[in-house]
């Protein structure tokens, strides 16, 4: 029955799951000023734009 699941899976949408890959998941410490204390950003962004994002304050 696992099998027939995971076959499922790999053959419902092949464009979205290769569209899918061209994302990633970002995590940014952010330290505020007032306080000291670090805070975390994160965000689902293309990989072209990884730099932009972790070079912005």
Known sequence: MAK????AI???DQKAAAEAKNYTKVIKA???????AYTF?????????????LADK
Not at 4 to 7: N, R
Not at 41 to 53: N, P, Q, S
Request: proline share 4%; net charge positive; aromatic share 4%.
């Open 30 to 36: 952010v330290r505020s000023p007032k306080t000291g």
């Open 4 to 7: 027939a699941a995971k076959t």
């Open 41 to 53: 950003k994160e965000a689902i962004i293309h990989k072209d734009k990884i730099k932009d994002f």
């Open 10 to 12: 790999k053959t419902k």
